[in-house]
Nanobody, 116 residues
Framework: QVQLVESGGGSVQAGGSLTLSCAAS????????VGWYRQAPAKQRQLVGF???????HYVESVKGRFTISRDNAKNAVYLQMNSLKPEDTAVYYC??????????WGQGTQVTISS
């Protein structure tokens, strides 16, 4: 079972930026794609975006133009650069493979809190 550990969350004001990191326990090149997900309070976890082994990226509409996913194969890491943050971006952010396996294991995630 691969382990993915998220870090880099914090509290910032609206309009600010944060960069989240996802560290994998083995080569991320072995995954077809790695995704970032988030779960806001009282809401279901949802996909934010993903990056493939060929560096193709996809984002949900609400974060397009503000969030950027990148990867560093040498460090087995995937990053989520978040700019122009809004209060509605407040959530716990997770990384995981994409698409999700039938029985996905989730780490603790990293909390992002945006104040207005």
């Amino acid at each position: 079972q691969v382990q993915l550990v998220e870090s880099g969350g914090g509290s910032v004001q609206a309009g600010g930026s944060l960069t989240l990191s996802c560290a994998a326990s083995r080569s991320i090149s072995s995954f077809n794609a790695v995704g970032w997900y988030r779960q806001a309070p009282a809401k279901q976890r949802q996909l934010v975006g993903f990056i493939t082994t060929r560096d193709y990226t996809h984002y949900v509409e609400s974060v397009k133009g503000r969030f950027t996913i990148s990867r560093d194969n040498a460090k087995n890491a995937v990053y989520l650069q978040m700019n122009s943050l809004k209060p509605e971006d407040t959530a716990v952010y997770y990384c995981n493979t994409y698409p999700l396996p039938a029985s996905a294991y989730w780490g603790q995630g990293t909390q992002v809190t945006i104040s207005s």
